[in-house]
Structures are given as structure tokens and as C-alpha cells.
């Protein structure tokens, strides 16, 4: 029987005396191994690597012959041997060594690979071509042959200057078959890729990938997400859906399919590829992509008025990430807006600013609701960090009103009217831009509902949206035209119907625009009394 224990220290000793480069010593040591356990090629190549190390290369050439004298059919070994001899120098003797193997064994990958390797240490590109496209464009090299000869290439090909044509051609030849292989049209996508091509090439490298396996998941992904970042929402839409019926499971492909139709304003398409992607959920979803889909259908249900149906998508957000921060802050903002479950808006709205707190828009949406709870003076602390964090590129005319209201609560009329004068300022503008928008062309689906939000009457709209360019020679005078109410007809006429117009639309603004008016002049009578005081 094997002594283990024995065994077990003299494999300590070789590490031992091998740090310490007693190599005497450590051929000592493996004999006495192999007495205890028998010889084996493991034996015999540390035996081989150690002479190495002693530069003793007779004795290792020997050690390593006796593997293959030993193992005469095993074709490895003989590849090994002629490696080791094209390491040492002996070049024919390695030559015959690989054409042996490949006499016997004409699909040997390993021989073959040493053989290109050959020819490239004797300067014999042609040949080492050659090889190189044999084993490449063989059915019967297998994928880590392959990935190994690529990768070789590559790294050849960078050294002398990195001409990425050639790489491309070599992939191309073994694309151009009958049956090409997928695994290589995905290397060279991810080749492209790397080398940062344009991102049109490399699209069209994974679509070739897609047409040989679209049950591909890596390879549509990264087209996915290039068609995103490209803003090709269309055809992000496409991929989506037939990565759908490949791979049904994948429930990525359903948010970035309903992101899509989401950034072209279909909501309601939107809506549809959310409650498909939901209809996947189980146990092993990821919990952050759930938690999207649940709060992005939240925040369409909303849009839509199907405020309950929104709340319930919320609160399923929540039970898969409780701390969505954008979920949080929209959901919390909603429940202010119609005064219900205060407390339960102020919990989550904190939450947002505790993991953002130079976020303007959640602070807004915390210091809103405190106002709500009549907590005004808090309301004020915490407006004023959302005016110190707001984004100056953004329309600011929510917080701007809100603190408006907050100070007028807090005592501090002055300060409030000046806030709400520019509220009222930035809606304006915001009507102006969105009928100047129209005239130029930039409609859509937002922006109809844009106009609609400013209480424009459905014939207002079809005028903007069907303008007529003859008529009007600039688009501020088209705008004019249609503010003033400009016609052809008596002056007194002319003026009657105007005021009629301007009492019109007084009366179809928003209620936002109504209940700032109001604020302004009970503000302004305050403050009329205070100086007569």
C-alpha cells in the first residue's frame, strides 16, 4: 500500500528544494516519488522541466524521447517533442516530428497548430498561410482550435502594425461557406467591436451573427444596445421583437422593446411590450429589471389616468427593489398631488433624498409634500435645496410655483410673487415654443399632448398642425396670427373679437395658471394694505 503521508512530504520537499534552486536535489526527490508511486508522464515532465532549469538539454531531450518511445501511439507526446526542438534549434528534427503526427493523424489540431507555429519561427508566411487556412476553414478543427489560431493572428497581426483589413479578410474567407459558423461571425463582430469601428460595420457583424443563430442572447444584446445608443429606436423595436420569439424567457428584450416605442411616444405600445415582459416573471427574474418594467408601466398607467392601475404597478415595483429611487419619487410626487396617503408619500420621498441629496427633483417633490402636510416651514428648507440643485437646462416652472406657494405660506409675500411671475413667464414661453415647434414641422404625439396641457381646443391644435406656410411668412407671425386672432375686417370688429378670443382662451388655461393668478393677486391686495397701513 501507498504511504500517503510519505508521499504527501516528499511533494513538500520538491517545492522546497525548487524554491531554493537545489535542482540535485529535487531530482533526488521525484525518483524517490516515483519509487512510491510508479513512473508517469507528470514524473517525467517535471524531470524534463527541471534539467531545463539546469541547462542540462541532453538529459532533458531524453526524458522527454522516453515519453514518447513509451506511448508510441499517443501522438501528443510526439507533438511535444518536436515543439521542444523548434525551442532548441532543431528545426529538421521538429519538422519530421510534426509530419509524423499528421501522417497518422492528418485532423491532429495540436500538431497542425505547432506546424503553423513551425513555419512562422522559419519565416515561411506562405506556408504558415496555408495551414492557417486549413485549420480554420476545416469542419473538423474544433471552436477552441479556432479561438486559439484567431487569437494567435491577431496578435501576430498587431505586432507588425495592427492592420485590421487582413484580420477581417481571414474572418470573412471562413464566413464565406456553405454552412458558416456562428462562433466566428461572433468573434469577428467582437473583433470590430473592439477596434472600435463604425458603429453601422459592426451593427451589421452582429446581424450576420443573428442570421446564422438568432437564438443568439450575447450577440442580439450587443446589437440591441448599439441600435440604442445610435437612437435607432425603430430598429431596437425590431430586434426586440424577434428576440421575443427566439428567446422568450429574456425578459431585457421587453424593457428595451418597450423603452423604444417609449422615446417615439407610442405609449400605448410601450404599455403592451411592459405586460408581455411581466408575463415572464418568476422566482429567478432579476429583481432591478422587474422593478423597471413595473415602475416605467406606473408612470405610462399615470399619463393615461388610470391613476389606481398605476398605484397598484408602484407597489409591485416596489416589492421587487424597495428602494427604486425614481419609482419612489414619482409615486410619492402622484399621492401628493391628490392629497391622499401623505404619510406613506413623505417615507418614500425621503428615501430619494437620502440616497440623493443634491437631486433638485426629489428634493422638490419631498418639500411639496411637506407643504401639503401644512409642515411649511420645513417646506421651505428643503425648496430652497431644490432651487440651490435644480438643473438649469431643465424647465424649472413646477419648483419655481411650488416655492412660490411655499413662501407665500411662510409669511414672505414679496419673495412668492416674484416666483410666481416667472412660473407664469416659463408656461407662456412653453405655449409660444410648442406653437413655434408646430409651425416648424415638430410635431408628434408629445407634443400634442403638450398643447393639450395648456388647454388648447382641439381646433387650435388641427390649425397648428396643419399650417399654411403661404399665408404666413415667418413662423413668429404665424404664432401672432394665431395669439391676436389677426383677420381682415373693421377695426372695431377686428378688436370686439380679439378681447373675445383673449377671454377665450383666459378661460381654457390650465388650473395651475388659474390658482397662480389668484395667489398673485391676493398677494398683490396684501401688500397694497400693508403700505396703506
Known amino acids: 500500500a501507498k504511504n500517503h503521508d510519505n508521499t504527501d512530504a516528499l511533494r513538500i520537499l520538491v517545492q522546497l528544494y525548487s524554491q531554493n534552486k537545489d535542482y540535485k536535489s529535487v531530482l533526488k526527490t521525484i525518483s524517490r516519488l516515483e519509487v512510491e508511486e510508479g513512473e508517469s508522464e507528470q514524473f517525467t515532465l517535471s524531470k524534463m522541466r527541471v534539467y531545463e532549469l539546469m541547462n542540462d538539454k541532453k538529459a532533458a531531450y531524453q526524458e522527454l524521447k522516453s515519453l ?3 506511448h508510441p501511439l499517443d501522438m501528443q507526446y510526439k507533438t511535444m517533442l518536436g515543439n521542444w526542438l523548434v525551442q532548441h534549434d532543431r528545426q529538421k528534427e521538429a519538422y519530421k516530428c510534426f509530419t509524423d503526427v499528421l501522417k497518422e493523424e492528418p485532423d491532429n489540431s495540436y500538431a497542425q497548430m505547432s506546424l503553423y507555429d513551425y513555419y512562422n519561427a ?8 496555408q495551414m492557417l487556412d486549413k485549420i480554420l476553414m476545416s469542419p473538423k478543427s474544433d471552436l477552441e482550435t479556432k479561438v486559439m489560431m484567431y487569437r494567435s493572428f491577431i496578435q501576430k497581426n ?28 461572433e468573434m469577428k463582430a467582437a473583433y470590430m467591436s473592439l477596434k472600435k469601428m463604425p458603429a453601422d460595420s459592426v451593427c451589421r457583424a452582429f446581424e450576420k451573427v443573428l442570421t446564422i443563430a438568432p437564438d443568439n442572447v450575447n450577440a442580439r444584446m450587443q446589437l440591441v444596445q448599439m441600435l440604442w445608443n445610435e437612437k435607432k429606436y425603430d430598429l431596437v423595436s425590431l430586434q426586440c421583437k424577434a428576440a421575443q420569439e427566439y428567446n422568450p424567457e429574456e425578459m431585457v428584450f421587453y424593457y428595451f422593446g418597450g423603452m423604444a416605442y417609449y422615446q417615439k411616444d407610442k405609449e400605448d405600445e410601450a404599455l403592451r411590450e411592459f405586460r408581455l415582459g411581466l408575463a415572464q416573471v418568476n422566482a429567478q427574474s432579476p ?19 388610470e391613476e389606481q392601475e398605476a398605484f397598484a404597478a408602484y407597489d409591485s415595483c416596489l416589492q421587487w427593489k424597495d428602494d427604486n429611487v425614481m419609482a419612489l419619487n414619482n409615486y410619492a410626487y402622484y399621492l401628493s398631488e391628490k392629497g391622499v396617503d401623505l404619510h406613506k408619500a413623505e417615507s418614500m420621498s425621503y428615501k430619494t433624498i437620502k440616497a440623493e441629496p443634491n437631486n433638485g427633483t426629489y428634493l422638490d417633490t419631498y418639500a411639496w409634500i411637506l407643504f401639503m402636510e401644512e409642515r411649511y416651514a420645513d417646506a421651505k428648507t428643503y425648496i430652497d435645496q431644490a432651487l440651490k440643485n435644480r438643473d438649469s437646462t431643465a424647465d424649472n416652472s413646477t419648483v419655481i410655483e411650488h416655492a412660490g406657494d411655499i413662501y407665500y405660506m411662510n409669511g414672505m409675500a414679496d419673495e412668492s410673487v416674484d416666483f410666481w411671475k416667472f412660473a407664469i413667464q416659463k408656461h407662456t414661453n412653453m405655449l409660444y415654443k410648442c406653437m413655434l415647434f408646430a409651425w ?5 404625439d408629445g407634443m400634442a399632448k403638450q398643447m393639450k396641457s395648456f388647454r388648447l381646443s382641439e381646433e387650435a391644435i388641427a390649425v397648428i398642425e396643419h399650417r399654411n406656410r403661404e399665408l404666413y411668412r415667418s413662423g413668429q407671425a404665424y404664432v401672432e396670427s394665431l395669439l391676436l386672432g389677426e383677420k381682415k375686417r373693421p377695426m372695431e370688429e377686428q378688436l370686439l373679437e380679439v378681447l373675445e378670443e383673449i377671454k377665450g382662451e383666459l378661460n381654457r388655461q390650465n388650473y395651475k395658471l388659474e390658482k397662480l393668478q389668484k395667489c398673485l393677486d391676493s398677494a398683490l391686495e396684501q401688500r397694497r394694505k400693508t403700505e396703506e397701513n
Open 158 to 185: 498587431e505586432s507588425e502594425g495592427g492592420d485590421s483589413t487582413k484580420v477581417i479578410a481571414l474572418f470573412d474567407k471562413a464566413l464565406n461557406v456553405a454552412h458558416p459558423s456562428a462562433d466566428v461571425a
Open 122 to 129: 522559419t519565416h515561411q508566411e506562405q506556408l504558415a498561410g
Open 440 to 444: 416648424e414641422g415638430k410635431k408628434g
Open 68 to 70: 514518447v518511445d513509451q
Open 287 to 305: 429583481a432591478d429589471l422587474v422593478s423597471d418594467l413595473y415602475a416605467v408601466t406606473g408612470d405610462i398607467l399615470h399619463k393615461k389616468g
